[in-house]
């Protein structure tokens, strides 16, 4: 019988991202002001925030929280929108394996809730 930990409340998960040399605020999206906009997250480079509606459940809300990190490592690589696929590759697995290091708690979690079954 394989017990399963208890997947942390993630309103706990720390609220700084860590992204290359920028760091992100992860704030849990009001799901009117997500409804507004029609996403499910959103990465504001801008002002570093990264934004996931906190309606959905653990998984998807995992899935939303990982996409939002990617965009962000997008910008922190300064891609540019027609760059192949080899140079994208080679740009992101370095800033995106930093994020992971650099931000064990959440990535824990992603990694907890998206081997959770809804």
Request: glycine residues 2%; neutral net charge.
């Amino acid at each position: 019988m394989t017990r399963r930990r208890k997947l942390q409340d993630r309103r706990t998960l720390p609220a700084a991202i860590k992204i290359g040399i920028f760091v992100y605020r992860l704030e849990h999206w009001d799901p009117a002001e997500a409804d507004k906009r029609d996403l499910m997250g959103l990465c504001d480079r801008f002002n570093f925030v990264v934004h996931v509606r906190d309606d959905l459940p653990d998984s998807s809300f995992a899935e939303v929280l990982e996409h939002e990190i990617n965009h962000a490592c997008w910008g922190a690589a300064a891609l540019k929108s027609k760059a192949n696929e080899e140079t994208v590759v080679n740009r992101l697995t370095p800033i995106m394996m930093m994020t992971r290091r650099d931000n064990p708690e959440i990535y824990a979690w992603i990694d907890r809730a998206i081997a959770q079954k809804d």
